[in-house]
Structures are given as C-alpha cells and as structure tokens.
C-alpha cells in the first residue's frame, strides 16, 4: 500500500488495531468494489493529514475473511474508528472526509 495506509491482514489486525494508543481508522474494501476505489484517494489523504495523530488502516476483505467476519462486514466500503481497542464510530457506503475527520478529530 502506497503512502501512510497500513494494509491489515488477519495476522496482523489485533496487534495493529487493539495495541495502539491513537485512533485507528480501519478500511474494509475489495479491489472489484467501485465506492472502494472511490474512497481510496480519501483515505490516503487522511493518512497524510494525521500522520503521528492516527493510524490509517485498509482491509481487504477477499484476503481477509476472518476480520471481515469478526466485524460483521456485510456491505463495503465500511469503515470503522477504533480508539483503545473499542469500536468509536462505523460508517457503511461512501462517506465524506469532513464527516471521518471530525470523529478523528472528537477522539484526539
């Protein structure tokens, strides 16, 4: 993965997401899913702006089963906003980097 997005597999999802004490955005997508692709540039954006603030995370859910699953990963792009191991905020379908940025920004 180009850039600050960390790719997740299932072997490495618990260490990343569950041991870190920033908020960790992660990003369940698949390389067929058109809103994918489209959220893609935003994410890495984000990435970009909350360097040492965040972790930026992408998932992808055809390599990775367990974790979908785990999660209940039913509909994608869906993003999740981890803070202490706990699910903060979960957002299903395109969303807007104002509304990610602002629940980054509450857990800061």
Do not use: H
Request: glycine share 6%; aromatic share 8%; net charge negative.
């Amino acid at each position: 993965m180009a850039g600050n997005v960390i790719e997740l597999t299932d072997e490495t999802f618990d260490d990343i997401v569950f041991n870190s004490d920033m908020p960790v955005l992660v990003d369940f997508w698949a390389p067929w899913c058109g809103p994918c692709k489209m959220m893609a540039p935003v994410i890495e954006e984000i990435a970009n702006e909350y360097l040492d603030k965040a972790v930026i995370c992408k998932l992808n859910t055809d390599d990775a089963r367990d974790s979908a699953m785990e999660f209940g990963i039913s509909g994608i792009p869906t993003l999740i906003l981890f803070k202490n191991g706990q699910i903060e905020k979960k957002w299903v379908g395109v969303t807007s980097k104002k509304n990610i940025s602002e629940a980054i920004d509450e857990l800061l």
